[in-house]
């Protein structure tokens, strides 16, 4: 396995750097650090004829993940989800090169697993013994798994109104869960008192270096999946953002290292839940950072993010992509959830359909052309919202 060419770590706000071998939460500015790495070193071996060889999953990008030693990654099947033609719900809507990224095919049923299967085994590998992290579900899920198969005690913070089984799944794996009475940023305030009290390791969306590098693989898959192409739209539900954030990172390094021609990059669609959008009010104003979004509701509970410490790096990401930012209806994400079903023999989570509630939209205003291909996300399975749908 290649060795991976991580060298320093690069505040997103500020552009300080700092040592990437030492535990880091967020930089002096209060944000993301981003992992760089020697790409040109990276580039003599992570190359289209290489790849074709190497592992099924995430890891085989191992030069652009900051897991030094193999011996500290915790694999568990991640990445490499199936990049499915629906071709014939395409052409329901006029455009039949539409393809879903099925993402609840990975381990605990969600995207998820990516970054949480990575931050933790780097945080394995600098030694943490034990995690702690927020979660509107999904995340908590990965976390207490990863942790599990880590060694690693895992400390779970959901909001009360949480489904149950984002409760179970976290409890089967051996993680402390912990209900609280608020949204997901009310469950990170008790992870930060919980962080310098007891020195647990803050697994919070983007106030570590390394979710986001799981997350990013997704815009590595995409290109290679496509033969080495990257699609005109991409369209992603939008909490925390590490996804997106993410996918804009990969472009950027796949560019660098000359996997991908430059021009390529998608334009991207930031798809939020109309109770919850704080980054389209954002995109919409003009706004490079997006206030506190009061009174958030919504069955997606991925998608109940009032705040994000990375909401101008979604908004940079967004706009130098050419993308836009768009919210729809609890009743839209269900419906286009049994359309999605339906017609392509894919159930989504109700974030997955928020991508086909907002790809609809975007052909019916004619913002998606006839001949363009869009990738729409699908995050996780709908087994966990069951629910949402009696």
């Known amino acids: 396995m290649s060795a991976s060419c991580l060298s320093h770590l690069e505040c997103s706000l500020t552009g300080e750097v700092a040592p990437a071998d030492e535990l880091h939460g967020l930089s002096p500015a209060g944000r993301p650090w981003l992992p760089r790495y020697d790409l040109v070193r990276a580039a003599a071996t992570l190359t289209r004829e290489t790849l074709a060889g190497r592992r099924t999953d995430l890891w085989r990008y191992a030069e652009v993940l900051p897991v030094r030693d193999p011996a500290h990654i915790i694999a568990l099947g991640e990445g490499w989800t199936p990049l499915v033609a629906a071709r014939a719900l395409g052409e329901r809507y006029g455009c039949p090169s539409l393809l879903i990224k099925d993402e609840a095919q990975n381990p605990t049923g969600s995207f998820k697993a990516r970054g949480l299967g990575v931050a933790i085994s780097r945080a394995r590998e600098l030694g943490v013994t034990s995690v702690a992290i927020p979660t509107a579900g999904n995340a908590g899920s990965a976390a207490a798994a990863y942790a599990a ?16 089984s984002f409760e179970q799944e976290a409890r089967a794996f051996g993680a402390r869960v912990q209900r609280v009475d608020g949204l997901i940023d009310e469950c990170g305030r008790i992870v930060r ?22 997350k990013k693989t997704m815009g590595y898959e995409l290109a290679e999946q496509l033969g080495w192409r990257l699609p005109d739209v991409v369209i992603y539900p939008t909490g925390g953002g590490t996804g997106l954030v993410g996918m804009w990172k990969a472009f950027e390094e796949m560019e ?25 009010r954002a995109f919409e ?22 705040v994000a410490v990375a909401d101008f790096l979604m908004l940079r990401a967004i706009r130098a992509s050419g993308g836009t930012a768009l919210a729809v209806t609890d009743d839209a994400m269900l419906e286009y959830s049994r359309v999605m079903a339906n017609r392509a023999g894919i159930f989504p989570a109700p974030e997955g359909g928020a991508t086909l509630a907002a790809f609809a939209q975007l052909r019916d205003s004619g913002w998606i052309g006839d001949d363009e291909t869009v990738v729409v996300f699908n995050t996780g399975t709908p087994l966990k919202y069951l629910h949402a749908w009696n």
Do not use: N
């Not at 198969?149 to 949480?162: E, I, K, Q, Y």
């Not at 430059?262 to 839940?273: E, F, L, M, T």
């Open 149 to 164: 198969a880590a060694g690693l005690t895992c400390h779970v913070f959901m909001p009360a109104d949480c489904p149950a």
């Open 193 to 214: 008192e919980g962080v310098a009290r007891y020195g647990w390791f803050d697994l919070s969306t983007l106030k570590e270096p390394y979710r986001l590098e799981g």
């Open 256 to 280: 660098a290292l000359g996997l991908i021609d430059p021009g390529q990059r998608p334009r991207i669609v930031s798809v939020q839940a109309s109770g919850c959008c704080p980054i389209v």
């Open 285 to 306: 104003a003009g706004d490079e950072h997006a206030p506190r979004f009061e009174d958030a509701a919504t069955v997606a509970d991925g998608l109940r993010v009032p």
